[in-house]
């Protein structure tokens, strides 16, 4: 199976998570995609969705699909997302599609996050993936200075901008043995605004795309 199947797989297993009368977080990224696609056969049986990034949003409109403000939702039963890295404890790395703040905040306000995502993106220890980070403008020279401290080789990603207007920094070579610990210490650098570490609140499903299958680790 290709990638793209099991990529494709596991967004349409995430249907099942869906109950009727849900407002759905939307996250970002060609797995999200997949989702979306699936989602707009159903379309009927939801309330809503929240997106994670301009893109989604699109996509999610051009599907006829109703698109909320996240201030004018109470909660949200459920969000689904793709990752770049992640582990059998579920926790993850994401912002490959530069949409990480928002995609934590709306992690953040969801009772359950389910991830999807092919089997090439489960790893042993996060890290091999650059971490993306999202800073302020005029940090950005002082939170590369600071990352190098913590062992990373911290990447200007050129040419991109954020939906909130801010720059992404691609970590290189930073071996995340404690994802946890490593999410707090890097939020704490002034002038950081997320950092692509889902640990603090990781996945509360994993849903894998494998070659004849798919695994599920919750």
């Known amino acids: 199976m290709?990638?793209?199947?099991k990529k494709q797989a596991a967004a349409e297993a995430a249907l099942d998570y869906i109950q009727v009368g849900d407002v759905i977080g939307i996250g970002t990224g060609s797995t999200t995609n997949y989702f979306i696609d699936a989602l707009a056969k159903i379309k009927?049986?939801?309330d809503g969705t929240v997106a994670s990034s301009e893109a989604s949003a699109k996509r999610l409109k051009h599907h006829g699909i109703h698109v909320l403000d996240l201030n004018s939702v109470p909660s949200l039963p459920i969000y689904i997302d793709g990752a770049d890295e992640a582990t059998q404890h579920r926790h993850l790395i994401k912002g490959g599609?530069?949409?990480?703040t928002r995609e934590k905040i709306v992690a953040g306000v969801s009772k359950k996050f389910v991830c999807i995502a092919d089997d090439s993106?489960?790893?042993d220890i996060l890290g091999t993936f650059p971490l993306p980070i999202e800073v302020i403008p005029m940090a950005r020279s002082h939170v590369a200075r600071q990352l190098v401290k913590h062992g990373g080789i911290p990447e200007l990603r050129e040419g991109f901008i954020?939906?909130?207007?801010?720059?992404?920094l691609d970590v290189h070579n930073m071996e995340i043995l404690n994802p946890v610990e490593k999410e707090r210490e890097l939020n704490n650098i002034a002038g950081v605004v997320t950092v692509g570490i889902f640990a603090l609140r990781p996945a509360d499903v994993l849903?894998?795309?494998?070659?004849?299958?798919?695994?599920?680790?919750?």
């Open 44 to 46: 009927g049986k939801i």
């Open 121 to 123: 993106k489960l790893v």
């Open 207 to 218: 849903i894998l795309g494998k070659d004849s299958s798919l695994e599920t680790i919750q």
């Open 2 to 5: 290709s990638t793209e199947n």
């Open 97 to 100: 599609g530069g949409a990480l």
């Open 162 to 168: 954020t939906d909130n207007g801010n720059l992404i």
